[in-house]
């Protein structure tokens, strides 16, 4: 049976194993196959990123390059763009962006590609697993037709799951090995194939009965989140009104050891994650005739965030009599979350644009983001990309405002406190004492 075969050479760490896309999911996975035994191989569309990843220079913040120097020079992993090596993979992963298109609907269009190129070389004896976030019903419904068309049969030659990626960029608590990995294949044989392969390299496997519960259950996940930080943001908006202070309200909250978890409010959803998953359950949902009203209220409350708080912004300026416009406003974090170097749906972008719109003269600091690039989308403020100021005292003195959108680590807050007039914190960055002793102005969501 193939299932015994590939399972005897995942075992036996003669099973190579093909990780295609080497983005932020796929360069981690690619180094931790090769570093616990399975050689591996990544594909890549990037010729620049599959050469980075044979000169052993990491793009991905948490792969330390040391980590995959050593699988490189020890000719455990190595990168190509030469797809008809995937023929030689007796597991292959894909591990490729999965974003919307304008209309919020999901863009499966990278899987797709990665798919054909799996299936113009596709052998018998082959486990393909799908890790990129997507709608329930895409391995089944999608994949598994396009490799039967080959003339394949599931089982009898091949095999095929869903297992989704749960990695959480720049947390040291939890890396690949230590968060547990569902694991659902569109067939028993399947799931108990790729559930073996996975834990090669995590402590823990948990197998669930299909692809589309596997698939469900990482949208779950993510629109909890989504759901939850809505409500944080809507309590932010309201002890707004009421003069109360959130995050002391949540943290009071927050000591009951049971039934409560806390989410915090911020200026908006970031991230390649977060803000888009949902989408792909409420378009599932739709073609099923159901409205998934908390995935819209949610996005409701969160997408009005950054405009919140530019509003913060605005009322600062005002109680001093200036105006937003020709304001001088320093952006301090415009990653979309602390410590990463990722600006993937970052509310700053959102927030600088408004600004920028509204004729604020906006500059930016971030120890992790040297340029930043506007999107078409974010076009209203005029676009021009911008390059981040180092925080010296006459930056920090010349603005009008400060809004910390990111709580990088590394920033001096005691001194941006002591420096500036007004400081629009939306992370809580700043400590009870900073805002007790600060000269500055604090408004806070
Ligand atoms: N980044 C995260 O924190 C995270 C967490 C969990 C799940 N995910 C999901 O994992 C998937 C990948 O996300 P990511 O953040 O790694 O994306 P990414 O953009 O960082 O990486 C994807 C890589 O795939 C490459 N690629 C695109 N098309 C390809 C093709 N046809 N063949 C080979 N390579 C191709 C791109 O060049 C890129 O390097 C997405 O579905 C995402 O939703 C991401």
Known sequence: MIKDEIISLIGSRRARVGVVGLGYVGLPLAVEFARRGLPATGFEVDAAKADAVNRGQSYVGDVPAAALQEVVSEGRLHATTDFDELA??????????????????????????????????????????????????????????????????LDADFLLAFSPERVDPGNPRFQTHNIPKVVGGCTDDSTAAAAALYAVIVAEVHAVSSARVAEAAKLLENTFRAVNIGMANEMARLC??????????????ATKPFGFMPFYPGPGLGGHCIPLDPHYLSWKARQHGFESRFIGLAEEVNSRMPEHVVRLVAGGLNAERKAV??????????????????VRESPALSIIDRLRAEGAEVAYHDPYIAELRFEEAHTEGGGEPLSSVALTDEELRAADCCVIVTDHSGVDYGRLCELSKLVVDTRNALGRDLRRHSRARILRL
């Not at 591990?95 to 990278?110: A, G, M, N, Q, W």
């Not at 596709?122 to 799908?130: E, N």
């Not at 997507?134 to 003339?151: A, N, V």
């Open 88 to 153: 030689s993979c007796d597991a292959v992963v894909i591990c490729v962006p999965t974003p919307l298109r304008k209309t919020k609907e999901p863009d499966i269009s990278y899987i797709l590609a990665a798919a054909g190129e799996i299936q113009r070389r596709l052998r018998r004896g082959q486990l393909v697993v799908l890790e990129s976030t997507t709608y329930p019903g895409t391995t089944d419904e999608i994949l598994l037709p396009m490799f039967e068309d080959k003339g394949l049969k």
């Open 240 to 253: 707004y009104h009421l003069g109360i202070d959130t995050w002391e309200v949540i943290g009071a909250a």
């Open 325 to 342: 416009n020709g304001s001088r406003v320093l952006v301090v974090g415009v990653a979309y979350k602390r410590d990463i170097a990722d």
